[in-house]
T-cell receptor, first 112, second 114 residues
Framework: KQEVTQIPAALSVPEGENLVLNCSFTDSAIYNLQWFRQDPGKGLTSLLLIQSSQREQTSGRLNASLDKSSGRSTLYIAASQPGDSATYLCAVTMDSNYQLIWGAGTKLIIKP | DAGVTQSPTHLIKTRGQQVTLRCSPKSGHDTVSWYQQALGQGPQFIFQYYEEEERQRGNFPDRFSGHQFPNYSSELNVNALLLGDSALYLC?????????????FGPGTRLTVT
């Protein structure tokens, strides 16, 4: 059974710092991995999707990497801003399976 | 493009009652998935609908049922509500057939059971 873990559960850093969020999964037979952002009480916004054949994806100040063999993904946020404060979740899709399997998220607070 | 829309935004129900939540997928998408997100947790997959049929189901009891209409919109029905059903219910849509694609989420419906 696939399990997705995100560490740390919460993170508070000063504005301007570069930071890394971690996501690990127990079964490497994934189809893809997505990083999402969730603002309090709101739905989910997809940030980056990495196919299993890819190593990384970039969008603006965000960079996500994937190492299938070790069951790990990282989300790198450069030059953090207060507007980046949110909960970040990662989710995987398995081969021949349609559901997203989620971590519990990392709550990020960027202090001005 | 309106994206994925859900209604209602918030809902308060009493234990034992029944509730229906609605979702309209993003234009061009024919697949709808439903997720339950309890406070402080990641979402849990309820089921997915494609071509008006339930294609896959997560570990939820039969009190949770759904429907997809010919225009690809979908409903989630929950019978005999329990306090533990209080959660944010998220709908996601995706295009195409076969292998899973990137899912786009609606804003969710916040259900409170008292």
């Amino acid at each position: 059974k696939q399990e997705v873990t995100q560490i740390p559960a919460a993170l508070s850093v000063p504005e301007g710092e570069n930071l890394v969020l971690n996501c690990s999964f127990t079964d490497s037979a994934i189809y893809n991995l997505q990083w999402f952002r969730q603002d309090p009480g709101k739905g989910l916004t997809s940030l980056l999707l990495i196919q299993s054949s890819q190593r990384e994806q970039t969008s603006g100040r965000l960079n996500a990497s994937l190492d299938k063999s070790s069951g790990r993904s990282t989300l790198y946020i450069a030059a953090s801003q207060p507007g980046d404060s949110a909960t970040y979740l990662c989710a995987v899709t398995m081969d021949s399976n349609y559901q997203l399997i989620w971590g519990a998220g990392t709550k990020l607070i960027i202090k001005p | 493009d309106a994206g994925v829309t859900q209604s209602p935004t918030h809902l308060i129900k009493t234990r034992g009652q029944q509730v229906t939540l609605r979702c309209s997928p993003k234009s061009g998408h024919d697949t709808v998935s439903w997720y339950q997100q309890a406070l402080g947790q990641g979402p849990q997959f309820i089921f997915q609908y494609y071509e008006e049929e339930e294609r896959q189901r997560g570990n939820f009891p039969d009190r949770f049922s759904g429907h997809q209409f010919p225009n690809y919109s979908s409903e989630l029905n929950v019978n005999a509500l329990l306090l533990g059903d209080s959660a944010l219910y998220l709908c996601a849509s995706s295009p195409g057939t076969g292998a899973p694609y990137e899912q786009y989420f609606g804003p969710g419906t916040r259900l409170t059971v008292t």
